[in-house]
């Protein structure tokens, strides 16, 4: 990769695609990708990073003091949340998201972490 396309990937704040350049290209001569097929996954690939650094941020930033995934999770503990119905909901809203066209990645972690303060 030469510099120029390196500040013009910074300039656009891909830092995916320039952390995974060499990557991607060895993955389309590999499986021989199209021009399309290869700009879609590096374009899938840079969301699923730019949504995953999100989560990441935007829980950092609620400052919540311990961070549950739904496996581990204190039902017992908690008098209010009913353990079937809060798993039925999240698990209702992720394929809900999955029907409306949103990227699958990010409804299915959005199950896996939901996250509960104690």
């Keep these: 990769m030469d510099d120029e396309l390196m500040n013009t990937l910074r300039y656009l704040r891909l830092r995916g695609l320039l952390a995974h350049w060499d990557e991607y290209l060895t993955l389309a001569q590999k499986q021989d990708f199209s021009p399309v097929r290869l700009l879609r996954y590096v374009v899938e690939e840079e969301c699923k990073t730019r949504q995953e650094h999100g989560r990441q941020l935007?829980?950092?930033?609620?400052?919540?003091?311990?961070?549950?995934?739904?496996?581990?999770?204190?039902?017992?503990?908690?008098?209010?949340?009913?353990?079937?119905?809060?798993?039925?909901?999240?698990?209702?809203?992720?394929?809900?998201?999955?029907?409306?066209?949103?990227?699958?990645?990010?409804?299915?972690r959005r199950t896996d972490a939901i996250a509960f303060s104690a």
């Excluded at 935007?58 to 119905?85: C, G, H, N, S, Y």
């Design 58 to 108: 935007r829980l950092v930033r609620a400052r919540i003091p311990e961070l549950w995934r739904m496996e581990t999770f204190p039902f017992a503990r908690q008098p209010k949340p009913d353990k079937a119905r809060t798993l039925l909901y999240a698990r209702s809203m992720a394929a809900k998201r999955i029907r409306s066209g949103r990227c699958v990645a990010r409804a299915i």
